[in-house]
Each structure stands twice: as C-alpha cells, then as structure tokens.
C-alpha cells in the first residue's frame, strides 16, 4: 500500500484517511479493500465483460432504422421501458454530474488516491457549468449587449430551425466560437444534442428570472438583478433535483429516510467531498438508461418525425448521416421535449429500466484512440482499477445491507467476479433485482441520495441552508416546480 497521497500500482487497501478538503475526490468507506488486485488477468476479463456483443452489450440491431429501435416491441427486448421515467431524465442526470465533478487528471493505466486527484469542479449543485465565474471571470459567458455584460446568459439563434419546426418559433444554440467551440462554463455540456439544449434551456431560465427581476421585482441595478437571478434559478434547480430527480432516482421513501434520520455514510470535516463510490460507481447508473435510438422533433407539417441513433459508426464515411453527438449547429438539431419529458400530451417516451444491459451503441464510442477501450462499459469497469474501489457485496456489508445473492450475478462466474463485483455492476443488477429496474437499489440508493443530498445541505447557500422552507415561484401550481415547468418558462417548448 502507498504513503497518502503517491501514485501506486498495488496492494490491496486503499489510502484511508478523515480528513477531506474541498475539491478533492475522496471515500466513503476508507478502510474497505479494492474490488480485487490489479493483474493483466484482471483487466483482460474486465475488458471481455464490457466488450461489443459481450455479457453487458444489449446487442441492439443497429442496422434497423433508428424510428424501429424505439417502435417495434420486439427489438426493445433488452431494452425494456421504465414506467416511472421518462427520457429526459438520463440527461439531467448526466448535466447533474457535469455540475459536481470534473476530473482531468487521473489516469487508467494507474491507480490513484482520489484524495490526491483535483475535482475541477465545485462539489455544489451551483450551476458551475451555466455561470463559470461570473461576469467578471468568464465575461464570454454573458450577453454584451445588455446591461453592460453583468445579466444575461448568450444564446444565440439557429437560423433556419423556425422553418422545421411545427410551431416557426425560433430555435437556439450555445454560443460557439469560429470553430464551433461552446462557449459555456463546461464544454462536456456539448457532448451530446439533449444535454446541449438542456445547457441553452438553463441559459434562457436564468434570463427569464432576469426579466422577473426587473419588471415584477424592479430591480435596478445590474449587479443586484445577477446576483438575485443567479440565486433564484439555483434554488428552482435545486428543488428540481430533491423534489423530482432524487424521488424518482432512488425512490421517495429513501429521500425521506434520509432527510428525516440524517445520513449514514456521507460524512466530512470541512467541506463535501465527492466519493469515488459514487462518481466511479453508483452514480453511472444512468448509462444503463440510454436507449440506441431517440425522435429528437417532430419536424414540420406532414413532415416525418426526425429520429437519430444516439451515436452513429456510419458518420465516418457518410458525413451526412445524422446523429446525435454534439458540437454542431444545423436547422435540425433541435429538440423538442415533449418526447423526454411529460407535458400530459402522451408524447413522452420512457427512459429505458435500469439493469447490466447497455445500449449497443455506447459500446464503439467516437473519438477514443484505437488499441485501446473502445466501449463505455471497458472504460467504466477499468476505473475501479484506477480508484481501487471496493465490491458491491462489501460496500453492502459495510451498509449492514444484504447482498445480492451469487446466482443472481451468474454470468460473472466464468471471470471470478460473482463474490467481488465491481460497484457499478452490482449497483446496475441490485436496481434490476431489487426494484425491478425502475430505480437504484438499496445500496446504490444509499450512495446516491446521501451524497446529493449531503451536497445541497453542505452548501452555505443552498435553499436547504438558507431557507428550507422556501417554495418555488416559477411553477404552474404553487409551490410545485418541475423541468416541465423549467423548459415551459424557458421558451423552449414548441407548441405541436
């Protein structure tokens, strides 16, 4: 075992430490050993488990039209729906994520002390990713035009978008550079088309709490009408995420549990801290929800809806097939949400359950250099090496939580792995045997809600610091608020 704080490549027991600065990654069972010692044993059987077409690949057909893979029953067979979550909620989680950790420095040729890698980003549900630093620190961030440059998010038009879409209301993009570069607080808000337009649906909230401030509040001045705006959006977002994101994550009587009986396991003594159990492992449940294929609008008139497989080997040597990838502007890249999110119009599709089966299409990502992982699920199982990040049956025991049972991790037998899973397995198989895939289990339920949770009560100015019985003022019912109603008083809804 290393001294705290060195680059190791062996022994079994992590760094242990109580003492935790903010920024830094850190754990949340420090005593517990890794999953399993490092060999090229290891890593040849962690790479054969989330290879294409193996134990985790859905084997989705991906030689079927995008529109099929969603509509006809029998190729959703590993892909069943979730009855209690829309698409959406897949990319507001992956936009939570971008909001409290960035990590760019650890490596998966190594192993590290998290305590040691550098959490680029704020450990708060702040909206770091919307603001940057502000109008003084990140000025490209801000609309020069208006109040000097100290109010207003940039947006900018996508010209054309009007002329596809049912309503000719404009459509919108991030603000990009020549190059086609985001000009937003976190680029990875680029990586895909719905986390883009989720990123300008936040943008265009801010500016229409902005608007608030000035005609309903009367607010004057530049710097107090940010200032105020800033704090009012975060605080919608934060009850977003501990009143609709979190109850349907984990389950509503887990969030109770909680905020009623205190954490158990998420503790710190200076500041939070993210726990690679959670980064690492439990909270990459949502790559388990991503389905192959989705209808990004509706298109025009009789035009036909515009469906997209998420990623698209084909882009390669067809420039022109379309995906859903981001960092482009084009008429039709836009979304309309009322396929991901539930407006009462039946138009809602569901997020895909909760299990060890992901979408075939994350298992040749773009980008990543050859001879190397190729699939999100390599990549994922490796970070346990790299973190050294204890089993789930441990992590359970550790819980005071019964583990799953061998045979219900069966298919890891041939690899050794069934009594010493790897967090993020077992997490993704608890959420498909515990609760049948509508949400995470208890161990992964655990991790996830005490850390979310811990983060917004850690925060001095969180709505649950400053105001806990604060209600939201932007809601189509009192004291309600919900990323239906986020978008709806964004402008970002096309009327169908």
């Given at each position: 075992?290393?001294?705290?704080?060195?680059?190791?490549?062996?022994?079994?027991?992590?760094?242990?430490?109580?003492?935790?600065?903010?920024?830094?990654?850190?754990?949340?069972?420090?005593?517990?050993?890794?999953?399993?010692?490092?060999?090229?044993?290891?890593?040849?059987?962690?790479?054969?488990?989330?290879?294409?077409?193996?134990?985790?690949?859905?084997?989705d057909d991906l030689t079927q039209a995008p529109q099929n893979l969603i509509l006809q029953q029998p190729l959703l067979a590993n892909n069943p729906d979730n009855p209690d979550l829309t698409a959406g909620m897949t990319f507001l989680g992956q936009f939570l994520d971008h909001d409290m950790t960035l990590d760019i420095t650890s490596?998966?040729?190594?192993?590290?002390?998290?305590?040691?890698?550098?959490?680029?980003?704020?450990?708060?549900?702040?909206?770091?990713?919307?603001?940057?630093?502000?109008?003084?620190?990140?000025?490209?961030?801000?609309?020069?035009?208006?109040?000097?440059?100290?109010?207003?998010?940039?947006?900018e038009l996508n010209p054309g978008a009007e002329l596809l879409c049912r309503d000719g209301s404009n459509k919108f993009d991030l603000p990009r550079n020549s190059q086609g570069t985001p000009l937003i607080g976190d680029p990875r808000n680029d990586e895909n088309l719905v986390l883009s337009q989720l990123q300008v649906a936040f943008l265009k909230f801010h500016n229409k709490v902005v608007a608030h401030m000035k005609s309903e509040v009367g607010l004057t001045n530049p710097a107090e009408?940010?200032?105020?705006?800033?704090?009012?959006?975060?605080?919608?977002?934060?009850?977003?995420?501990?009143?609709?994101?979190?109850?349907?994550?984990?389950?509503?009587?887990?969030?109770?549990?909680?905020?009623?009986?205190?954490?158990?396991?998420?503790?710190?003594?200076?500041?939070?801290?993210?726990?690679?159990?959670?980064?690492?492992?439990?909270?990459?449940?949502g790559h388990s929800q991503v389905r192959p294929s989705y209808r990004v609008n509706f298109g025009k008139g009789s035009d036909p809806d515009l469906f997209a497989l998420f990623f698209n080997d084909n882009l390669a040597v067809n420039p022109v097939t379309f995906d859903m990838r981001g960092g482009s502007r084009?008429?039709?890249?836009?979304?309309?949400?009322?396929?991901?999110?539930?407006?009462?119009?039946?138009?809602?599709?569901?997020?895909?359950?909760?299990?060890?089966?992901?979408?075939?299409?994350?298992?040749?990502?773009?980008?990543?250099?050859?001879?190397?992982?190729?699939?999100?699920?390599?990549?994922?199982?490796?970070?346990?090496?790299?973190?050294?990040?204890?089993?789930?049956?441990?992590?359970?025991?550790?819980?005071?939580?019964?583990?799953l049972p061998e045979e219900a991790l069966a298919e890891l037998k041939p690899y050794n792995l069934h009594k010493r899973t790897p967090l993020w397995y077992y997490c993704l198989k608890e959420a498909d045997v515990t609760a049948d895939g509508k949400h995470l289990g208890p161990v992964g339920g655990r991790i996830v809600g005490e850390v979310m949770i811990g983060l917004l009560q850690g925060d001095k100015t969180?709505?649950?610091?400053?105001?806990?019985?604060?209600?939201?003022?932007?809601?189509?019912?009192?004291?309600?608020?919900?990323?239906?109603?986020?978008?709806t008083q964004a402008g970002v809804v096309t009327e169908l």
């Open positions: 075992m290393s001294h705290h704080g060195n680059v190791y490549r062996s022994g079994d027991a992590p760094p242990s430490s109580t003492f935790y600065d903010q920024g830094k990654f850190g754990r949340l069972f420090q005593n517990l050993p890794a999953f399993s010692s490092d060999s090229p044993a290891l890593r040849a059987a962690l790479l054969k488990i989330g290879e294409r077409n193996g134990v985790m690949d859905a084997k490596s998966l040729e190594q192993q590290v002390d998290p305590e040691m890698i550098q959490n680029f980003r704020v450990p708060t549900f702040g909206l770091d990713s919307v603001y940057g630093l502000g109008p003084g620190g990140s000025p490209h961030l801000f609309d020069q035009t208006v109040d000097f440059g100290l109010t207003t998010m940039l947006v009408i940010f200032l105020e705006a800033q704090r009012l959006t975060r605080w919608h977002y934060q009850w977003i995420i501990l009143n609709e994101f979190l109850p349907k994550t984990i389950g509503k009587s887990l969030v109770t549990n909680i905020l009623t009986k205190g954490r158990k396991f998420y503790k710190w003594r200076n500041a939070p801290y993210i726990p690679v159990e959670f980064s690492v492992a439990a909270y990459r449940f084009a008429p039709h890249r836009f979304i309309d949400w009322q396929t991901f999110f539930d407006f009462g119009d039946n138009k809602a599709r569901q997020n895909k359950r909760i299990d060890t089966r992901i979408s075939t299409v994350m298992f040749d990502l773009p980008g990543l250099p050859p001879g190397g992982p190729q699939s999100l699920a390599q990549l994922n199982l490796l970070r346990h090496l790299t973190f050294k990040v204890p089993s789930g049956q441990r992590v359970a025991a550790a819980m005071e939580i019964e583990a969180s709505y649950l610091s400053q105001d806990p019985d604060w209600t939201p003022v932007f809601g189509k019912k009192h004291g309600q608020f919900t990323m239906v109603d986020l978008l």
